[in-house]
């Protein structure tokens, strides 16, 4: 896809939106990966996910302690919590650990593994509780696909039920699915069956090959724009929200259709993607794992710290990683060009599993910045 706008537009649109998005000092989602122990064996899970409880997790008080930790990022904007895994239900202390979170007044999600651990009446704990919504993956449109990928038998019929439980108790849910060359052809039949099941949201991840996903195969930088093509025209009519992730240059093809269509700045960044503008790895996303290590991002595998000895606040706001990420006269290649950088800023998760270094360009961005597209690979 051509861009419709010409440079001196793309130089005033990006001035317009440079600053609002640069996101030193908090994270707008933080995940926590409470714990690796999980029933499936998806082949891609980045956790490399494995039935026991590993003996170093945080403990139930060390974990208090991190979640009143997080409650000192103040200001704008608030973080959200998204407790994951692994399978957080595979922790004892769950309900425990979310209700004192929300008692501290944190905004907290629940991304558990689509098993038969989800149960009516845990569910209908967690709504009481306050629990802000929860996600489960669908990565195929049969029960055949999914249970293949998931590498456990009943699995996609286990997803669907826990996603008519969710409904039942009224929790908002949203559905995530991954994007790669073996998947692909399935995403509008997902779509279809999504439909009706009454989400709120389908976050669509594209491919980081790393853990288990590294022998997944990448859909190329064509099909990656042309889905994103897809995805804008289907989030016009869908009757949820569409998101994308480790997927940042969907914003600058939503922003060029959008202005193709005659929607002005000043709207577009009031839009759903546009409020996601500037949002990438260690950019208003921070990654705790199981054992307290902090990262830019759950895919991103290099370490900043560790909350066992600082603080995740000054961790994320003064660690060197951190800022670097952050810092975009860092990037490289043809991102540290490109006049879409401030709202994109390329997956830099994607760009070390790449190339091993996080400030090079995002391998699966077709776009130049002098203009031409690539049409291959």
């Not at 009516?120 to 919504?133: C, I, R, V, W, Y």
């Not at 991840?205 to 022998?215: A, K, Y």
């Not at 060009?337 to 995002?362: K, N, P, Q």
Request: proline residues 6%; contains cysteine.
């Amino acid at each position: 896809m051509k861009p419709v706008i010409t440079s001196s537009q793309e130089r005033s649109d990006s001035q317009k939106i440079k600053k609002p998005h640069v996101y030193a000092q908090n994270p707008v989602m933080i995940y926590w990966e409470m714990t690796r122990a999980c029933d499936l064996a998806c082949k891609h899970c980045r956790a490399e996910a494995i039935l026991q409880r590993h003996p170093l997790e945080l403990t139930t008080k060390e974990a208090k302690v991190l979640l009143t930790q997080l409650k000192e990022f103040q200001g704008h904007p608030v973080p959200h919590l998204v407790m994951t895994g692994g399978d957080p239900l595979k922790r004892p202390d769950l309900f425990e650990l979310i209700t004192y979170g929300i008692n501290l007044g944190l905004n907290i999600s629940l991304a558990p593994s689509g098993t038969n651990l989800i149960t009516l009446g845990f569910l209908e704990q967690l709504k009481k509780a306050g629990l802000t919504s929860m996600s489960l993956s669908l990565d195929g449109s049969t029960a055949k696909i999914h249970d293949t990928f998931r590498q456990v038998i009943g699995c996609f019929d286990s997803t669907i039920n826990a996603v008519h439980v969710a409904r039942k108790v009224g929790l908002p849910l949203q559905i995530n699915t991954l994007v790669s060359a073996s998947t692909l052809t399935d995403l509008p039949n997902i779509y279809n069956l999504l439909t009706n099941l009454g989400i709120m949201c389908w976050s669509v991840f594209f491919l980081v090959r790393m853990g288990r996903g590294e022998t997944l195969e990448e859909i190329t930088p064509t099909q990656c724009d042309e889905t994103h093509q897809w995805l804008y025209k289907l989030s016009k009519t869908s009757p949820f929200m569409i998101r994308t992730t480790e997927a940042p240059s969907f914003r600058r093809v939503t922003l060029t259709m959008m202005q193709e269509e005659g929607i002005n700045t000043k709207n577009i960044v009031h839009t759903p993607v546009g409020r996601g503008f500037g949002i990438r790895d260690g950019n208003g996303i921070m990654f705790i794992s199981h054992i307290g290590d902090v990262y830019p991002s759950g895919f991103l595998p290099i370490r900043a710290g560790n909350i066992r000895k600082d603080s995740p606040v000054d961790i994320y706001r003064e660690s060197e990683l951190f800022v670097n990420i952050r810092d975009l006269s860092r990037l490289k290649g043809k991102c540290s060009r490109c006049l879409y950088r401030f709202i994109c800023g390329g997956s830099r998760a994607r760009a070390w599993a790449a190339t091993c270094d996080y400030m090079e360009s995002d391998p699966i961005c077709p776009y130049q910045p002098d203009g031409q597209q690539e049409t291959t690979g």
